[in-house]
């Protein structure tokens, strides 16, 4: 587990937690550039980039980078409705095929399949 997962508690992983690690590293990175170059330019008010960025900025980035992780990870898409539907299609003809299921049960299923693949 790398250090930017252990922060998140492992809630998110693969790509979802990758956006969100790369979300926090680009955000401290900033406010890293911005408040060490204001004070190497001998800006005075400089300081204020640590506590804005790392108390506001960093959390709201990290916060919408999980909320669009969690929205796009947890919808699901057409491809995956497909292929449920294609495993579920695979798994009636099975059981027809092995005798679990009569020819009467077999045509419901397969209808109520078929019905909802066309929605």
């Known amino acids: ?62 916060s919408r980078a999980k909320s669009r992780a969690d929205t796009t990870g947890t919808a699901g898409t057409a491809d995956d409705v497909a292929d449920d539907e294609d495993q579920a299609l695979a798994a009636l003809r099975r059981r027809y095929a092995e005798g679990e299921v009569d020819d009467v049960a077999f045509e419901r299923r397969l209808e109520r399949l078929l019905e909802t693949e066309d929605d």
Do not use: C, K, N
């Open 1 to 62: 587990m790398t250090t930017h997962q252990a922060a998140f508690d492992g809630r998110l992983d693969g790509a979802a937690g990758e956006a969100v690690a790369r979300t926090a590293g680009v955000v401290s990175l900033a406010v890293l550039a911005v408040g060490l170059g204001g004070l190497a330019l001998g800006i005075d008010w400089a300081w204020i980039a640590f506590p804005v960025g790392y108390g506001g900025v960093l959390p709201l980035a990290v």
